[in-house]
């Protein structure tokens, strides 16, 4: 992908092809290089948008780590991957990040397929010490005793049950593996929990740091001390973590070596402390304390959240820059957001939950009217899953919002803990379908077909604002059971969409616009697609029939019945995957009710999709409009030809 407008570079960063480059510095000359890298990250981010607070707060923690280590011999993994955009500039893809998420370019995240120091692909949270942990284990098993791995995780991400399950097997294996603690306070939202509240007890301990501080020279310079210098060093450590933090650090129960905490944003310092750590055999784990958005004003002392990914913005001024302020139909999310404020206020037992995307969800709003029926559970989605089955036992009603990707990880806490015990757990899945430039691990591609095939699951998808607030809505109704309902990333379609409730009848699907030539059968958004395409229809004077189906499971068999009767010619639109979903479904009615139609299915194919924005990748995949306008008129083609031959 060709790159017109070229983005000044530094003096120091101008030179800087590979971390090789970098390593020819002198450490006092990472402060200058940290400075170039985040001002190029803020020219490029502010004109074409990304992920902004995550990676400036490791600028300085990243130079050092290349600096130090023998990347990609060494092997450095990143957490979730927002934070890797400096990271991506030092290895060699800095000519190409203006390309940044846009189709055909730069993918926003670690991306093995893109470079050797990406060493492992990242999309979500929580992964890097498994994985670092797995590599370590291999190397060793490979007679690689000084190969380094080192694992980049933040505070919000270290919440995951995953993690914790990593920490708990390296403190076993004595392996070479470093773990960096990005202690920030923060996820996508504010973290939450105990960790963070005890991350907090040992960054502001000032007696800690006065006496870590004064050991450091002892643990970095243990040579001095002759044979017996670790075991010295060590005592006199634990000693005064003992006396200071208590009689326990978490992590050194697991048999980490505790450092820190220290200044994430002072880069020779760091880099001279991790060079002191490589000589530490065992695991390790290195706290360090940063701040999003460091060192662009607007993004350091404004609205965290806001700043993770503002879109763009103003360099010089901070202002973000919004799209043009007529009124527009509103997100799905705010959607979902205002109507369970509505509906908590009619129904007491109703309760929202999120791992840790309250403000992506839209949950804030109702964190901040109802704050005791809110739950940010921290990034812990299967938690978040069983937690929501717990409370329906006692009569609650969760809403249990969680990404459509995200979800994929709470799957056995689905089928074992819900739909087994068949408890009204009512799960609200954002970004349903394809997302855009978040790119292959953020796409919603399969919940369909995996929610599809679970007992006593309701699969259901909105077309509109209305039908979103009328599923909402029947959800929560006297014994439901299991009920899952899915709406894209984006806007809907809507202006007046704050209409009275209505009950859907479940497994209830419904005829949008008669057609005698070809029926399509569209599930969720994807009917607007249908919408549009009837205006060429009517212009061409072709009689199409469109249905609503809303209903994945259970399929409204009575209205297929006289679909499948009086349509020889069907199609089946989805933002799904095609294998298992539903058009599959479609397909299973047929074979099983012994229909001859001929059924054509529009949806996402046996592929892992990359990014783009949302429009882009309909047309792409064919699914868009166009590609309804274009299928049925193939399909009318080949009914002349029959007929004429």
């Known amino acids: 992908m060709t790159q017109k407008k070229k983005y000044p570079q530094g003096p120091l960063l101008s030179n800087i092809n590979s971390p090789s480059d970098l390593r020819k510095l002198g450490r006092s000359q990472l402060k200058q290089v940290s400075n170039e890298i985040r001002q190029y990250i803020v020219d490029i981010v502010s004109e074409k948008g990304g992920h902004f607070g995550a990676s400036l707060g490791v600028v300085e923690l990243t130079v050092a780590l290349h600096y130090v280590f023998n990347t990609p011999y060494d092997q450095l993994v990143w957490d979730v991957g927002h934070q890797a955009y400096g990271h991506k500039i030092l290895t060699g893809r800095k000519e190409q990040f203006p390309t940044n998420r846009i189709k055909g370019g730069l993918s926003g995240f670690p991306k093995r397929s893109e470079s050797v120091y990406d060493t492992f692909g990242v999309g979500h ?333 309701i699969v259901s998808a909105p077309m509109n604002e209305e039908e979103l607030r009328n599923l909402m809505y029947t959800a929560q109704l006297p014994n439901q059971g299991p009920f899952s309902m899915r709406y894209p990333r984006g806007k809907g379609v809507m202006l007046d969409w704050e209409t009275p409730f209505k009950e859907i009848k479940i497994g209830e699907g419904r005829l949008i616009k008669k057609g005698e030539k070809i029926a399509i059968l569209s599930l969720g958004h994807p009917g607007n697609f249908v919408v549009s395409a009837q205006a060429e229809f009517e212009k061409e004077g072709l009689s199409i029939a469109h249905y609503d189906m809303r209903f994945a499971k259970p399929l409204d068999e009575k209205l297929l019945h006289k679909i499948f009767t009086k349509f020889d010619n069907i199609i089946t639109i989805e933002d799904g995957c095609l294998q298992g979903g539903f058009g599959a479904a479609i397909l299973e009615f047929m074979a099983n009710n012994d229909y001859k139609s001929s059924v054509k299915r529009l949806g996402i194919p046996d592929e892992f999709v990359h990014h783009g924005t949302q429009e882009e990748l309909h047309k792409e995949y064919f699914y868009d409009t166009s590609a309804i306008v274009d299928t049925v008129h193939e399909i009318l083609a080949k009914k002349l030809v029959s007929q004429v031959g």
């Open 125 to 457: 949270s929580s992964t890097s010490i498994s994985a670092a942990l797995g590599m370590a284990l291999a190397s060793e098993s490979k007679g690689e005793k000084n190969k380094q791995h080192i694992a980049v995780i933040g505070d919000g991400s270290m919440t995951a049950g995953m993690a914790f399950e990593a920490l708990n097997h390296a403190g076993a294996e004595h392996s070479n593996l470093l773990v960096i603690l990005n202690d920030n306070c923060m996820s996508i939202d504010p973290a939450v929990g105990a960790l963070k509240e005890y991350l907090t007890d040992i960054s502001t301990s000032k007696t800690y740091n006065k006496a870590r501080n004064k050991i450091w020279k002892i643990l970095g310079k243990i040579s001095q001390f002759g044979p017996n210098a670790q075991a010295i060093a060590k005592k006199v450590e634990g000693a005064i973590k003992t006396t200071i933090l208590g009689e326990s650090n978490y992590f050194e129960s697991l048999n980490f070596r505790y450092f820190g905490p220290i200044d994430g944003h002072d880069a020779e310092h760091v880099a001279e402390v991790l060079k002191d750590l490589k000589d530490i055999p065992g695991p390790k784990i290195l706290h360090c304390l940063t701040v999003k958005g460091k060192g662009f004003t607007p993004a350091e002392k404004g609205d965290t959240t806001t700043w993770h990914a503002p879109g763009v913005f103003d360099k010089e001024t901070g202002e973000i820059i919004k799209a043009q302020k007529k009124k527009t139909p509103p997100k799905y999310q705010d959607v979902f957001g205002e109507t369970i404020i509505e509906l908590a206020k009619q129904n007491k037992d109703i309760v929202g939950i999120s791992p840790a995307m309250l403000s992506g969800s839209s949950l804030t709003k109702m964190m901040g009217q109802m704050p005791k029926r809110t739950f940010d559970v921290g990034i812990a989605e299967q938690h978040a899953v069983t937690f929501s089955a717990g409370m329906a036992t006692q009569g609650k009603i969760p809403f249990c919002n969680i990404y459509s990707t995200f979800m994929q990880r709470a799957y056995d806490q689905v089928i074992h803990d819900v739909a087994l015990q068949n408890l009204n757990v009512v799960f609200c899945l954002d970004r349903g379908g394809v997302v855009g430039a978040d790119g292959a691990t953020h796409h919603g591609a399969y919940d369909i077909a995996f929610f599809r095939c679970i007992p006593n699951m």
